[in-house]
């Protein structure tokens, strides 16, 4: 008898975890531990094994610097079939970076708020986990000051990625007007991704000399935080970072709020919430277009196209009733077509988009989840469950893949990494998600 969905999921997480008390996303292609990635998967464990997500949680913020920032990748174990690794990192070049661990010195979307305050929900033993909510919510607490005090330089409310990579949206088109404006050199170096998955489904040579480009120039500054946004040709406030930071703060305050006797940390971040959604909105937010942008600090302005980055607002409840209709309207012209299943990770209008080429135009599962999410907060429960429907039908025809291509059609694929750790963590959350 075939096993349930919800069976090969857990499966394909115990096989990605680790001794060391981790989990790799994909065996080979991803080898270490990566931060966002983690939080997805630790929500995946909270429905079956709490002691795993705990380690995950637990495991990540151990590589916490000393200024609060957390890693994107923590170099746990050796391992040659990915590159960049640390030897090109060089994070100890940091004062701040923790000498005994190996990690990235540039970061991801900032997931543990929200991941803590979801895991407190879906776990029968409420106590057990808020005892270890305790333990370690200052330090995502920690990560929120380091944001705000290191990446907002106008003091906005918007924190600013001065990598790419620190998006997770790696290869989208988003960065191409950017990379035009950039003066890079060619680097030499041998990639290891494309030995696992078929390059036209990867970043391009030339777009990996831009990703090298942008570490090498964090290294010259020893990865200070304020020499980097004097000098580095890529910065840039993103509408999915920062929605995830205002819904990691919003779930901060209310785990506060059940711990009690945190009234200063509440405040604080209270002022931080104020702020941002306000910047966003007013910032982000593109009238002509209908949807949040990102914004180009270094150039002076707006990246006027569309992704499902566009729609993670939702998620942390940003746009008020007009924004939002506006939003959601967008969202079924550019994405919601009868014939492709949602969301792609860009506008399928677009003549950049390119249904198998990493974050260029496949639907990712976690983007999905978080859209998911934002639509059930906004009350729009008919597209709600279309996404998730389409999300757990890809799956199941397919396989647990990274990315997905969108067209309903009998020749559609899954790309990427196969037995992926957070497509099969949101795929077990989707399935327990109650309507």
């Known amino acids: 008898m075939k096993k349930s969905l919800l069976e090969q999921a857990k499966n394909v997480l ?22 966002w990635d983690s939080g997805f998967i630790s929500i995946g464990y909270a429905h079956y094994d709490i002691d795993k997500a705990k380690k995950e949680i637990t495991s990540i913020l151990s ?15 050796e391992s040659d079939t990915y590159f960049p690794g640390p030897e090109v990192h060089m994070s100890h070049l940091s004062p701040n970076c923790p000498k005994e661990i190996k990690s990235s010195g540039i970061t991801q979307p900032p997931v543990f708020g929200f991941v803590l305050e979801k895991i407190y929900e879906i776990v029968d033993d409420k106590d057990n ?88 120039i964090a290294k010259k500054f020893n990865y200070d935080d304020k020499a980097i946004a004097e000098n580095s040709p890529f910065l840039v406030q993103d509408p ?35 702020k941002s959604i306000e910047g966003i909105n007013n910032k982000l937010f593109d009238n002509k277009l209908g949807s949040y942008v990102y914004y180009d600090l270094r150039n002076k ?41 949602l969301c792609a990770s860009f506008d399928t209008t677009s003549d950049k988009f390119n249904p198998k080429k990493y974050w260029r135009g496949p639907i990712w599962v976690n983007l999905n989840w978080i859209i998911y999410l934002g639509l059930k907060r906004y009350n729009e429960t008919k597209l709600a469950e279309r996404i998730k429907k389409d999300t757990i039908d890809l799956v199941s025809n397919l396989g ?12 559609m694929k899954g790309y990427g990494g196969n037995n992926f750790s957070w497509t099969a963590a949101l795929c077990i959350d989707l399935i327990n998600e109650k309507q």
């Open 14 to 35: 115990d096989n990605n975890f680790q001794l060391g008390g981790f989990t790799i996303p994909s065996k080979g292609l991803y080898p270490f531990q990566w931060k």
């Open 63 to 77: 590589a916490q610097w000393k200024n609060g920032f957390i890693p994107h990748i923590v170099f746990h174990n």
């Open 129 to 216: 986990f808020l005892n270890f909510i305790k333990e370690v919510i200052d330090k995502v607490y920690k990560n929120h000051l380091y944001f705000y005090k290191n990446r907002d330089i106008y003091n906005e409310g918007l924190v600013y990625i001065y990598h790419n990579w620190e998006s997770g949206t790696d290869n989208s088109p988003i960065w191409d007007g950017i990379w035009e404006k950039i003066d890079c050199p060619e680097y030499q170096f041998e990639r290891k991704d494309t030995t696992h998955v078929d390059p036209s489904q990867r970043p391009s040579k030339r777009e990996y000399d831009h990703y090298i480009n942008l570490i090498e």
């Open 240 to 274: 999915l970072f920062n929605s995830i930071l205002i819904k990691s703060n919003e779930s901060l305050i209310n785990l506060y709020k059940i711990i009690g006797n945190e009234e200063k940390k509440i405040e604080i971040l209270t002022q931080f919430q104020r």
């Open 301 to 341: 302005e707006k990246i006027s196209l569309i992704s499902s980055s566009s729609f993670s607002p939702l998620f942390c409840g940003a746009p008020d009733k007009s924004l939002s209709k506006k939003l959601i309207e967008t969202l079924v012209e550019k994405f919601g077509d009868e014939n492709k299943y």
């Open 400 to 411: 647990f893949y990274e990315y997905f291509e969108p067209f309903k059609n009998k020749k």
